[in-house]
């Protein structure tokens, strides 16, 4: 067991609270930095794609498990990144300027969304940004003149002053690109949670009413959260345009809202930890699952609705016995050890808690 | 003559979105939570159907085969409640709509490798015949559908309006504690309500069957059924009714009407705008929280 | 001129007066509690100064400004912190974010500034940790820092709610029954507390109390309510020696 002996608040405000932490992040760090080397083209492939699905989890994650609004329309945003960054290159903006742009743009839009949707709630804010992501896909098609419509997009080299960077030709180019990005969102998530903001957040996310009684504007605040939570997004939905090569109306459909959310909710809803656990998941799961296949029912065979279907188990066993999602599982698993052979079984009881609804009558 | 054939078709379809729509309210009646799978529900339905009654399968005759289905599905719907979503008592909704969109998920899958992913359809005694009124076609099965839809929408009001199970069922949502310790068995009324709400899913499912093919696929129609809700307000049955049929009827006007690709919008748009403008629905309830 | 002054405020719900042409005011620095049976419009009459609550009528002013012309959230901006009857913390929080939550009001960083952490927002979060660190020790909530509300016992999460309140910094404080649901020497504690922050913080304490002793011990002035409305005002052992109080509380023929 660590003992933390603090000597200023600063302890508290920095990013890593001690030297071990900070050299186990130091390490990965190092690692991820040092993975091209380290194997092959197509595993680089699929940690990249981890990577983005994680940013992309980031986003969604500031919006539902730090502000507590559910959206399922989230897919609608990756695409506007993605559509966004591609056409801003194509009237000839240079990608460095194009791309925070892409996120900039996307947050915007986020808001303008934010501002009638946010005033719903629970499950009616749910159905609202389920109806988004189903519009999206039509108003892709309606577009068509910028859009590229059902024929789709494919999205032009990326050049950052003459420096080239390709997804296929130089995976690990590409894998430097988005592990920057990621690093970045990191921070800025990190940065919003230890600042006055992202207290809010968690204010309006457990009590209106009392954040209202403290200050907490909760319209102004939503609103934030789904603004930042796009441009998170956007850059997510770009990065993925470049990754699959090609993208249309249907790239960016409603499973792929409903799979982020799954996802966030399996690598545990509220920690940054959570998306990229998740994000591995969602990355792997299709492998696993096709070497699986090959292995029983032999190669060739398709089995439509597989992947979904085993992912909605595996959230299903994690929502009724691990709600804290595998973050929770690994904070037990490393409370147990550090506090070995004290732990208690019932350390992480849950609360008996009965609803009481917010309704009238 | 054009107006009102589409007027009728829309009307049947209608009906099948304010069956769904029927059970979302169910739920939300008495635990304020939302199955986002009721559409996959009565896909399960009709094929439950189809399996007892068609032929190549039990060959059981419709008339036997369908109140059994309806009984199936509501102790289906009773043994989820049992084993999966008793689990999340008091919870937050957010919880509930992430879990019944993945059992949705597995419902389809599941469906899929039990009865393939060819569109079927059910050997139904109401496909049989169209009526011929004026120069208005009217399948047997559309006319069947409105029907039962409005009988069993009246039935359930009225369920929920008169009786003391209704009642409690209601009072169960508002304050479940309060309804616990007024001695109303707040788990196993949350149970029953998942049964009425299967067994509706089966009628719905029934009926889609007759009118035409089904696929694991089916369940999507969900969606549809949401905007019915939401535009009908979540809390009304009657109101869920009337949503389905506002949808219904609004497909085939702006498919006729509307330039292509305009018309898949409406139901959509319009969900948004009431929305937007009626936050809580066309037949609204109060929100507020007291504190 | 009195800091809080409410004049004729009338409240129905319905058909149903809560609050019923209720006039009170209360000075700076002294202890103003209101009593009244279940239904009385207490929790009413604070949810009017909160915003909560739009009025039919009447006239609510703080140190000067008219409370009507502002929204909920600003309320707090004033200086006007308050707790609630069923405790409202910020369940998934440490204690230590949740009386951040209460420097909401001073902060002065931008959304920009805060993605970047500038070291003006490192110094800002210094200072709002050290008014917290003052809270903490006044109420000697040291041991539960950095506890999560949800697994802390009810009397603890009492103390919090009345810490994050104090940490905004207050002019009035709104105490919406302190004492309910506490042990005998929580309430106790409670009454040294309230004593302090109006003796050491100056802070201008408005409650609503069922516990009689609490009230006795620490208000300078009580208003008793019934029905929304008035039924008597003055220091507590007049209020308390007055027959229509005793009546309200114990039923006619009591007297």
């Not at chain 1, 080299?157 to 990005?181: A, C, Q």
């Not at chain 3, 950095?146 to 940490?167: C, D, F, Q, S």
């Amino acid at each position: 067991m660590r003992i933390h002996f603090k000597t200023s608040y600063h302890h508290d405000i920095r990013l890593f609270p001690d030297r071990w932490t900070l050299c186990v992040y130091g390490a990965l760090l190092a690692l991820a930095f040092a993975l091209p080397y380290l194997i092959g083209e197509f595993y680089l492939g699929e940690v990249t794609n981890v990577l983005i699905w994680a940013i992309a989890g980031l986003g969604l994650m500031l919006l539902t498990g730090q502000t507590g609004q559910a959206s399922l329309g989230h897919a609608a945003f990756l695409a506007i990144g993605c559509y966004a960054n591609t056409i801003l290159i194509e009237q000839g903006v240079p990608f460095i300027i194009a791309f925070p742009l892409a996120g900039v743009i996307t947050g915007f839009v986020g808001l303008l969304i934010a501002i009638p949707v946010l005033r719903l709630h629970g499950i009616y804010l749910a159905i609202a940004t389920i109806a988004l992501s189903v519009l999206a896909d039509d108003i892709i098609v309606l577009t068509e003149h910028w859009s590229g419509g059902v024929s789709g997009k494919f999205p032009e080299m990326i050049t950052i002053f003459g420096f080239e960077i390709e997804r296929w030709s130089m995976p690990s180019r590409f894998y430097y690109l988005v592990l920057v990005v990621t690093i970045i969102c990191t921070l800025f998530y990190r940065n919003l949670l230890r600042s006055p903001l992202g207290r809010a957040f968690a204010a309006v996310r457990d009590s209106e009413v009392s954040a209202t009684a403290m200050g907490v504007h909760i319209a102004r605040t939503k609103g934030k959260a789904f603004g930042l939570s796009c441009m998170i997004t956007g850059w997510a939905g770009a990065l993925m345009g470049y990754y699959a090569g090609t993208f249309n109306n249907e790239t960016f459909s409603l499973v792929i809202s409903i799979t982020l959310l799954m996802m966030i909710v399996i690598g545990g809803l509220g920690s940054i930890h959570g998306a990229f656990f998740g994000a591995v998941v969602v990355a792997f799961l299709p492998q696993a699952l096709s070497i699986l296949k090959d292995n029983v029912v032999g190669s060739g065979v398709a089995i439509p609705g597989l992947e979904t279907g085993v992912f909605g188990l595996i959230l299903i066993m994690f929502i009724l016995f691990e709600p804290m999602g595998i973050y929770g599982r690994w904070l037990k698993i490393r409370t147990w050890f550090e506090l070995f052979p004290f732990a208690r079984k019932d350390m992480f009881r849950r609360q008996k808690s009965y609803l009481k609804t917010e309704r009238l009558r | 003559m054009e107006v009102l054939q589409l007027l009728v078709s829309g009307l049947a379809n209608g009906c099948v979105y304010g069956l769904i729509a029927l059970g979302f309210v169910l739920i939300y009646k008495a635990t304020e939570a939302v199955n986002f799978a009721q559409g996959d529900f009565m896909m399960i339905g009709a094929f439950v159907s189809l399996g007892l009654t068609n032929a190549e399968h039990m060959n059981l005759p419709f008339w036997v085969a369908a109140p059994l289905t309806i009984s199936i599905m509501a102790v289906f719907g009773y043994l989820l409640d049992l084993f999966v979503l008793r689990h999340l008592f008091g919870q937050n909704q957010t919880a509930v709509v992430i879990l019944t969109i993945a059992m949705g998920f597995v419902l389809r899958f599941i469906a899929g490798i039990i009865w393939g992913h060819e569109p079927q359809t059910l050997e139904s005694p109401l496909a049989l015949g169209d009526l011929h009124i004026g120069g208005v076609v009217l399948g047997m099965a559309d006319v069947a559908i409105i029907v039962v839809t409005f009988l069993l929408t009246w039935f359930l009001y009225q369920f929920f309006q008169r009786t003391k199970l209704g009642l409690a069922m209601q009072a169960a949502s508002q304050n479940q504690m309060a309804a616990y310790f007024m001695g109303i068995p707040v788990k196993r009324v949350q149970g029953l309500i998942w049964g009425l709400s299967g067994a509706t899913a089966a009628v719905a499912g029934i009926l889609f069957a007759s009118k035409g093919a089904i696929d694991p696929n089916a369940g999507l129609l969900g969606i549809k059924a949401f905007a019915a809700a939401v535009i009908g307000g979540f809390g009304s049955l009657p109101g869920a009714l009337a949503g389905g049929l506002i949808v219904g009827v609004i497909e085939p006007f702006a498919a006729r009407y509307l330039a292509a690709g305009y018309s898949q919008i409406a139901p959509y748009a319009l969900l948004l705008a009431v929305l937007i403008f009626r936050p809580h629905g066309l037949f609204s309830q109060v929100r507020v929280k007291k504190v | 001129m009195s800091l809080l002054e409410i004049n004729n405020a009338t409240l129905k719900f319905g058909g149903v007066v809560a609050v019923n042409d209720l006039s009170f005011s209360v000075e700076e620095g002294e202890v103003y509690a209101i009593v009244g049976p279940n239904g009385a419009g207490k929790s009413t009459a604070f949810n009017l100064i909160s915003r909560f609550y739009e009025p039919f009528a009447g006239t609510f002013t703080f140190d000067g400004n008219n409370l009507l012309e502002r929204d909920a959230d600003q309320v707090a901006d004033l200086g006007i912190a308050r707790t609630f009857q069923n405790i409202e913390l910020f369940e998934h929080a440490t204690v230590l974010q949740n009386l951040l939550v209460g420097r909401h009001r001073h902060r002065k960083t931008t959304l920009l500034e805060e993605m970047f952490f500038t070291p003006r927002v490192r110094r800002e979060e210094e200072r709002h940790r050290e008014a917290v660190e003052e809270v903490i020790d006044f109420l000697d909530l040291q041991p539960y820092r950095n506890k999560m509300i949800a697994g802390l016992p009810y009397g603890v999460r009492k103390v919090v709610e009345l810490g994050r309140a104090l940490a905004s910094k207050p002019r009035l404080l709104l105490l919406d029954e302190p004492a309910s649901g506490l042990s005998v020497e929580e309430t106790q504690d409670m009454r040294w507390w309230i004593d302090d922050i109006r003796k050491q913080m100056g802070i201008t304490v408005l409650m609503v109390e069922h516990d009689m002793g609490l009230v006795s011990g620490v208000s300078d002035r009580v208003l008793a309510l019934a029905d929304g409305a008035k039924l008597a005002e003055g220091t507590p052992a007049e209020v308390q020696a007055n027959p229509a109080v005793i009546e309200a509380y114990l039923g006619a023929g009591a007297v």
